[in-house]
């Protein structure tokens, strides 16, 4: 079981080479059954003109998390994954270090999934909370 997570990180990460994923430093880091982790470091590459972490590229960490979520616990060969809706509350502000963005699966329907996802700090404190809605496209 544990080698069959290990290779799912390593292709979502695979995946994002050339992609905003890794323009952002975006890293999948742990899966459990109903759940992805990803990590963003903060750097003044995702920083607001005054130093702190964006809140869209807080948003961007929780679409790309919840989004390789959905793509890892549906049949990547039958359908592909898109967002339909993100929202997002920021309740701290964080200046450097590394952010974490975990998932949980809310809802798992044929063809939506909701996705519950807090992005915190090193010290686990809350950052944002995030909902994502995703959609089941079957491929053709």
Not at 86 to 107: D, M
Not at 109 to 124: H, N, P, Y
Request: proline share 4%; hydrophobic share 40%; aromatic share 6%.
């Amino acid at each position: 079981m544990e080698e069959q997570r290990a290779k799912k990180l390593q292709i979502c990460n695979e995946i994002c080479k050339g992609t905003l994923m890794e323009t952002l430093g975006i890293e999948y880091i742990e899966l459990g059954d109903n759940f992805l982790v990803a990590k963003m470091p903060v750097t003044p590459m995702v920083h607001q003109p005054d130093g702190v972490l964006h809140g869209g590229a807080t948003v961007a960490l929780a679409e790309s998390v919840g989004s390789a979520a959905s793509y890892i616990f549906l049949d990547p060969e039958k359908f592909f994954v898109r967002g339909v809706e993100i929202s997002a509350n920021h309740v701290k502000s964080v200046r450097e270090g590394t952010v974490f963005a975990k998932a949980i699966l809310l809802h798992k329907g044929r063809t939506t999934q909701v996705w519950d996802i807090k992005v915190t700090d090193e010290e686990e404190n809350l950052v944002s909370i995030c909902k994502l809605t995703t959609i089941a496209l079957p491929r053709e």
